[in-house]
């Protein structure tokens, strides 16, 4: 079922580098294109911001949030990084965690973990199952790159499942009778047993 409304989706991701920064910016740009409406921490620095607020509010409120695959990401993620890297990511990893915890069934649905060009399933974290729940590879800035991704975010699964059709009538079977003329005579030797059918052959069978 397409969405009515545009899907509110937030951004998570790690500020690696400037052309990482510049590719999910990029992304996000192409995003809005297709009528998301994406909460992206760069179009929201013309005020000084209380950042953790600003996640926790943002996470709250939103249909889904991409958690964008980097290798710095895994790593701040699953909290293999001081505790003076990328602290924003590691509170919106950790509320991220208690989302799932609190509520799994919700959450899995809502975090869609994405791998952008350039980058591996393997740098997805841990916590986001990457290997027995669904990822979305991003291959290019395009609807049909971004396919899978899209469909989840404007409600438009790739198969959709017919109506139940009627249920088939299907009698019975009926036994079927001997055919008549065939009466078969079992006589008792002491070499074995002979199998005589009045109008057909003999079959003998020994011990």
């Known amino acids: 079922m397409v969405m009515k409304n545009p899907p509110r989706v937030f951004v998570s991701y790690t500020h690696d580098s400037a052309e990482h920064k510049d590719q999910v910016l990029l992304f996000s740009q192409f995003l809005v294109a297709q009528k998301i ?4 921490d ?13 996640a926790i509010g943002n996470i709250a409120s939103a249909d889904f949030v991409l958690t964008i695959a980097s290798d710095r990401y895994k790593r701040a993620a699953e909290g293999a990084v001081t505790r003076e890297d990328n602290r924003g990511l590691q509170a919106e990893a950790a509320l991220l965690r208690e989302n799932l915890e609190e509520n799994r069934p919700l959450w899995m649905t809502k975090i ?5 060009p350039g980058h591996r399933v393997e740098e997805i974290p841990i916590f986001l199952q990457p290997r027995t729940a669904d990822h979305y590879v991003v291959t290019e800035f395009t609807v049909a790159g971004a396919e899978s991704l899209l469909r989840v975010l404007t409600g438009q699964p790739p198969h959709v499942r ?3 059709g009627r249920t088939p009538d299907l009698p019975p079977h009926q036994p079927v009778p001997a055919p008549s003329g065939h009466n078969v ?3 008792n030797s002491s070499g074995g047993t002979i199998n005589a059918v009045q109008g057909g052959t003999q079959n003998f069978y020994g011990r």
């Open 37 to 40: 409406d994406i909460i992206l």
């Open 42 to 54: 760069q179009w929201f620095l013309e005020n000084r911001q209380d950042w953790y607020t600003w």
């Open 112 to 116: 869609l973990p994405v791998v952008l």
């Open 162 to 164: 017919p109506e139940l």
């Open 185 to 187: 005579q079992n006589i």
